[in-house]
């Protein structure tokens, strides 16, 4: 069965550095979203992509996020200058046309020291 | 401000037997209703989907919407250990369909 995948799964940074979380959707799907999930809490909406565009975002997505889909496979999610709240399990999730649900990829876990 | 509701649980029920788990949500233009099954450390894992009122059955599981109360359950039959994890109830509305998330139900099932 197709699925999301993503890598790495687990990433350790300096505070203020850059980092790039990637995803590869399902391959025929045309909606892709990153969540966050921060440990003991709700899973949350960062970003929403479509058409290669952001078609909506949290106000967690602020300056510092940036999403990018540099190829036809590859959806990537960018945080320019790490903050230690940034540490959370990042998701991304992709879905067909339609009511289609979202799949999920299995997460990157991201440590911010 | 849109909402989705659950009881975090722990919802302790014992091996066999009928788990029961609500959600409500806010937004009355709430357009697709999901459930999502968490085990620790791991991702989302979607369970059911329900788009229109009434029942929808797929195996052990059973999912009801009724909008005109803005609820949504999941129902287990015949519970094993092995469905002993989070279970999250997500919303998403009309547009690009961005999910909402409830906090998600415990749910703990004993051999």
């Known amino acids: 069965e197709p699925e999301v995948t993503q890598t790495p799964s687990h990433q350790v940074t300096q505070m203020g550095q850059e980092v790039i979380l990637r995803c590869v959707p399902i391959s025929n799907h045309l909606y892709f979203y990153w969540y966050r999930q921060i440990l003991g809490q709700k899973v949350e909406f960062l970003v929403s992509?479509?058409?290669?565009?952001?078609?909506?975002k949290s106000e967690i997505f602020d300056d510092q996020f940036s999403v990018e889909r540099p190829d036809g496979s590859n959806f990537t999610l960018k945080i320019r200058s790490t903050k230690l709240e940034d540490s959370a399990m990042y998701f991304c999730a992709s879905r067909g046309t339609g009511d289609q649900p979202q799949h999920f990829g299995d997460g990157t876990r991201l440590s911010i020291l | 401000q849109k909402e989705v509701e659950q009881n975090s649980g722990p919802l302790s029920v014992p091996e066999g037997a009928i788990a029961s788990l609500n959600c409500t949500y806010s937004d009355r233009g709430s357009q697709s209703f999901f459930w999502y099954r968490q085990y620790s450390g791991k991702s989302p894992e979607l369970i059911m989907s329900?788009?229109?009122?009434g029942d929808k059955e797929d195996g052990r599981f059973t999912a009801q919407l009724n909008k005109a109360s803005q609820y949504v359950s999941l129902l287990i039959r015949d519970s094993q250990p092995s469905d002993s994890a989070t279970y999250l109830c997500a919303v998403a509305y009309t547009g690009f369909q961005k999910l909402v998330f409830g906090t998600g139900t415990r749910l703990l099932v004993s051999p």
């Open positions: 329900i788009y229109s009122n």
């Open positions: 992509f479509y058409n290669n565009e952001i078609s909506e």
